[in-house]
């Protein structure tokens, strides 16, 4: 099969083959732009190398015909004196993984040709600094050799003349540089420096080839959920050269504010540079703004392209382009990285503008991306009263705090021993990967909005501030200098990545809220989505954080929580530990009025929504005292002397509490609990009534495994429901359903449906109980387990659908066959996971029931789960 394909002949939907960049540079060909000429050896063509560890005869056979082609394109061949044919070899993943792969720019210069370029040119500045360039990235990426030692080189010869930037640096200055990097090779294991162009670029495809293994990129791909086997292409493209002098340079540029999501060109460039030069964030670019003062032109053939292909691509898009003597050429295009509150606003903008439609915008957005929209903020008035310690350009928003190192590597380790850690550098490489993972916050002095730090940080959403130039980082002394002012490893420091502001010290935070074009998207979701989007709240503040991200309702209030606090705690152990159910009878009083509080701020709250509460579940001894001290307090406060609490703790203690004496099993042996919680239901609603709003009470009986244990528990609560009407001569509307948490009951689902009036999969315990994995001991295993692949996905996170899902199917399916409209949600863990909520969509889950935060993820899945 053909393995290389010459830009003209592919496009942008080829990019499994010839990767992302590959199959762009072939589509701006086709589209007419001002692309240098090349070709692309394909994925195929990698797959093929890593099987057989060299490239095949085949491939060589073409590379050679694709050689030809190109010379007869440009005019140019390697090792010509007249038109010397000068080539980048560029990886590209059909994912785009930036700056984790490697790319070798200036390939065909050797000691010959570099005297033919500066006498063509006339210009052996640019010559040997082309040349240079060429030999610290071949020396780099094809043997291995450290930056480090090229950029001492550099540096030395720098201040030994006191330069400040490398444009400083003379032809003279920059041939002694090329004569110490080639000194740097030809050692024991290093080779001399191949001076044939042809070894050149064969050295550099099997580099780029092997690069797909290096270290850093399998961490990104593992990161970023990349599988291992996509293998890259290398592009193959003609130089143009942005460091031939002050009528050229290179840049970066984001058809779109990638932080913020404006619609506004926003580039950098850099003059008289090369590529790599802007975005390592080597030199701190200027602004494009000096571009469409200093070359109107240019500007306005980039500013007219760039809308060109945003247009073509309906996306933002994220370009890299080069002007050699005032000739513009485009380099790379891609769908730009941006933080998710950019891809929120550039979505609903795009479709605003008619490029897109409702629906593409809601599958673009990546649910779990909005959860970071819902951190926390600086609170306002805390910012007022603070000194701006310093400030940098505002990369990637949100608020962090937390303390400061100085290396990816101390970074990383204190992240391991639970601290907040923010990284603090001069700047970053992609060496630095896993530190800035383990980050709250990356902080740069040097480097623009599209150095490899600020692209890093908004990729995963954490908050950035890059080119802070007023940090000076000593890593030696492990401090950092700004403003005379010292910042030492440890120190506390806070990060407002929306506006670029550091602050000395841990500053206060605020909630954030669901606004703007995230509420426009969340409003399109829920008018897309056919499952209803309920949250867990068991107090009036979970329940309005919920209904501030508009909850459907409340699928699921767990009781016991609201027993917990010390008042209750003590009322709930007064009950425990009475001898007889007349002795119970005074702290059930007590329970009572406290909970038909509760239950009447919930409804209150709630107004017309569904508000699903579930009955005391969680085995009794967990609200007696644990240990001596605890008993001694109790003692203390109930009168009951300790001997009496330590029987009684122990006559309740279980070998298996979690399979214990739990749930409705708690309703046939203490139905006066239950009765309790019915008459706290039935009071708030009469309440509520009074005060003119109709509530609906629905009841969940939680562990039911049986149709006979469901309908005597339930004519438990029906004739306490009853009573109390009869009573108050008043006609309720109520619903009595069952928590689906046990396999039994899934499988005898026909039979349980009888007696219940909707199902809600409780998946924690149906999960814990399927694998017989003890959820609250699952730590010393799991991990393990999703690290030899025994299990894909820790099955409490998301759902497992073979063997948990088999058992939802089986329960769905026989409960409907005996009541056909009967409602069924889901309330575990996993109610308020992406991949879950797929699922659930495709088995017939009428809603799903998910902590507060996890609303707005949920609801934006379930409209993707819909489309
Ligand atoms: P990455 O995937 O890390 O961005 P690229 O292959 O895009 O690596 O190369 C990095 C930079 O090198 C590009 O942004 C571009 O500026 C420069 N570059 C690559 N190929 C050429 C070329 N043929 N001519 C001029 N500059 C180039
Ligand atoms: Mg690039
Ligand atoms: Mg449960």
New binding site residues.
Partial sequence: TKQIYAFSEGNMNMRGLLGG?GANLAEMTNLGLPV?H?FTLTTEACHDYQEHQKLSDALLTELDTALDQLRQVTGKTFNSQTEPLL??V???AAISM??M?D?I?NIGLNDETVVALADLTHNERFAYDSYRRLLAMFGNVVYGLSEDGFDQILTTIKQQHGYASDLELTAEDLKQIVQQFKALYGTDNVPEFPQAPKDQLLAAINAVFESWNNHRAQVYRKQNHIAEDLGTAV?V??????NAGEDSG?G?AFTRNPATGEKQLFAEYLLNA???D??AGIRTPQSIDVLKKEMPEMYAQFATIATKLETHYRDMQDL?F?IEHGKL?L??ARNGKRTPYAAVKIAVDLVHEGLISEAEALLRINPESVSAMLHPEFDPETLAKQTVLTTGLPASPGAATGQVYFTAAEAKAAAETGKQVILMRQDTSPEDIEGMIASKAIVTSRGGMTSHAAVVARGMGSTGVVGAHEITVDYQAKKAVVNHQEIHEGDWVSVNGTTGDLYLGQLATSDATVKGDLSTLLDWAKDTASMGVYTNADTPQDFQKALDFDADGIGLTRTEHMFFKPERLLQMRRLILAEDAEGRKAPLVELQRMQQDDFYQLYKLAGDKSVTIRLLDPPLHEFLPHDENEIQAVSHQTGITPERLRDRTNALKELNPMLGHRGDRLAVTFPDIYQMQVRAIMTAVLRLHDEGLEVHPHIMIPLTDSKSEMGWVRQLVEDQLTAMMADQDFKLAYTVGTMMEMPRACVTADQVAEASDFFSFGTNDLTQLTFGYSRDDVGSFMPEYIKQGILPADPFQTVDVEGVGALMKIAIEKGRSTKPELPIGVCGEVGGDPASIGFFNTIGITYVSCSPYRVPVARLASAQATL
């Fill in positions: 960049k240098p090349g080539i980048s560029r990886s590209g930036p700056g792969m790319t720019l592009n493209q003609e130089m143009v050269f942005g290179t970066v090369q590529g790599e802007v975005v890299e080069t050429y380099l790379q």
